[in-house]
């Protein structure tokens, strides 16, 4: 800390990254380009996220990183280590307690409330790139509300397969007018975004690009009106460890053995605590 | 603790309360001033060399220029105005961005004495809860003008109130006023 101001970002980059992300709350689901900065850390490995958390923080947050999930993994642990070696901010584990999340590819089980930020880490922010690779095309299909391309990709899934194949990044439509990608969460948690308490900010360093959702908004997923859109089922199966219902699962393969337990470690290790206590 | 503070600090502060204030329109947060001014301190905040600003505010904003190294334009070329009040005159020329780039349009921060009279409006949109009932603490020919420029999302303007009590409420875009 003592070698770099508060957070690592000298002022004018994090003004930069402040001005993007105003924008991008007053413009839901719209990209903003921003000028993202080298991190000491490999792009691609949450340099997005990153950088608006060590924008928007302060001394007095909790801070809560996970990575599918889990608070234990090498790129949350990397994460949280570095964010408090430049800030000195306190650390959690438990979404309740945390003002600020840092997350790539979940929302944490335990529901969100007002005054807590949701920091996504996205790798593709771009919902269009994956049927028009021309991004001077894509902007201008912003612009006209021009998502045909989706439409009928998720068509030609529908007709062939009878339902959509996309099992993450599930394209979403924000307040009823862009459509984004959601970062690579599971259809799981589409629904979760929907109407949300939380702020909740999208981040692609790689990218150059971020944007949000500010609460209380409409987050649809892309469907036909005669289509249910359905999420990660997992029937009859229940956590090995916490012994949990109707959450999502982590599938851990044992040589034949299928095993499950929550994805949502946190979440699994307050139920375990509850099991104890009973 | 305001005392205390570094501009760094000053500025973090400020933005997040800001950004809760966008996130959040209706609610009113805290602003901690800069050289004795909410204005100074929104400016000190928002302010760097890639941005331009228009001014029509008491202070000092040659000290302003020289320590965020921003540049002063004419109102329809820029992208934050600091009003001393909300003037509609100024409203309707600032720039609302284009169908592309949403977010080439400005950003009006209006001071106003207090954020409890102004106004009666319902608030709904992004950032609100079903509907809100507050005062805004502009006039509503003001108001009505806004909303024209707001009329075509994405294009528009975001606004924030700056009360000298130290309060900040803002408007986003999106946010749909109703009058009482």
């Known amino acids: 800390m003592s070698d770099h101001g508060f957070a690592f970002l000298d002022g004018d980059a ?4 402040r001005r993007a992300l105003l924008k991008a709350v007053a413009l839901p689901g719209y990209i903003v380009p921003f000028a993202s900065r080298e991190m000491p850390v490999a792009r691609g490995w949450g340099t997005g996220g990153l950088q608006i958390t060590l924008s928007i923080i302060l ?3 909790v801070l809560k990183v996970i990575d599918q999930g889990c ?12 964010i408090t070696s430049v800030t000195k901010v306190m650390t959690t584990s438990k979404t309740s307690r945390a003002s600020i999340i840092q997350t790539r590819h979940r929302i944490p089980e335990h529901e969100l409330r007002e005054n807590q930020v949701l920091v996504f880490q996205v790798p593709y922010p771009e919902v269009l790139t994956t049927v028009e690779p021309d991004t001077a095309q894509q902007k201008q299909m912003h612009a006209d ?7 009928v990709l998720l068509y030609e899934d529908t007709s062939q397969y009878g339902d959509s194949r996309i099992s993450n990044r599930y394209p979403v439509q924000v307040n009823n007018h862009f459509v984004m990608d959601p970062s690579p969460i599971p259809k799981y948690d589409i629904p979760r975004m929907d109407n949300c308490p939380a702020l909740q900010l999208f981040g692609a360093g790689r990218e150059k690009r971020m944007y949000a959702i500010p609460p209380y908004t409409t987050v649809k997923p892309l469907k036909f009106d005669d289509r249910e859109f359905k999420i990660e089922v997992f029937p009859g199966v229940c956590c090995e460890r916490c012994g949990a219902r109707d959450v999502f699962f982590d ?3 044992l040589g034949s053995d299928r095993r499950y337990f929550c994805s949502d470690t946190e979440f699994c290790d307050k139920n375990m605590e509850k099991n104890d206590a009973a | 603790m305001i005392a205390d503070m570094d501009l760094e600090q000053l500025n973090r502060n400020n933005f997040r309360n800001c950004l809760e ?16 001014s909410v204005i100074m301190a929104m400016a000190s905040m928002l302010l ?3 941005v331009t600003f228009y001014q029509q505010t008491e202070g000092d904003w040659n000290m302003i220029k020289a320590i965020t190294g921003t540049t002063e334009r004419e109102a329809h070329e820029a992208d934050y105005l600091f009003l001393d009040v909300p003037d509609k005159n100024i409203l309707q020329d600032v720039k609302s961005g284009n169908q592309q780039n949403p977010e080439f349009s400005a950003t009006l921060i209006c001071g106003c004495q207090n954020l409890k009279s102004g106004t009666s409006v319902i608030l709904s949109g992004p950032g609100v809860n079903g509907r809100r009932q507050t005062t ?5 020919d003001f108001l009505e003008l806004l909303a024209e420029k707001n009329r075509h999302f994405p294009l528009g303007v975001d606004l924030y109130f700056l009360s000298r009590e130290h309060g900040i409420c803002a408007l986003p875009r999106t946010t749909q006023v109703d009058f009482l």
Do not use: T
Not at chain 2, 21 to 36: D, T
Not at chain 2, 136 to 140: F, G, I, S, T
């Open chain 1, 251 to 253: 599938e851990v393969r």
């Open chain 1, 59 to 61: 001394e007095q947050d």
């Open chain 1, 14 to 17: 994090k003004k930069e990254i």
């Open chain 1, 145 to 151: 509300g021009d998502y045909s391309k989706l439409w």
């Open chain 2, 21 to 36: 204030a966008l996130a959040r329109p209706g609610n009113v947060y805290q602003v901690y001033p800069y050289n004795h």
């Open chain 2, 48 to 50: 760097y060399p890639e």
């Open chain 1, 71 to 82: 608070d234990g993994s090498v790129n949350a642990i990397n994460i949280r280590n570095f």
């Open chain 2, 136 to 140: 805004l603490p502009a006039p509503v």
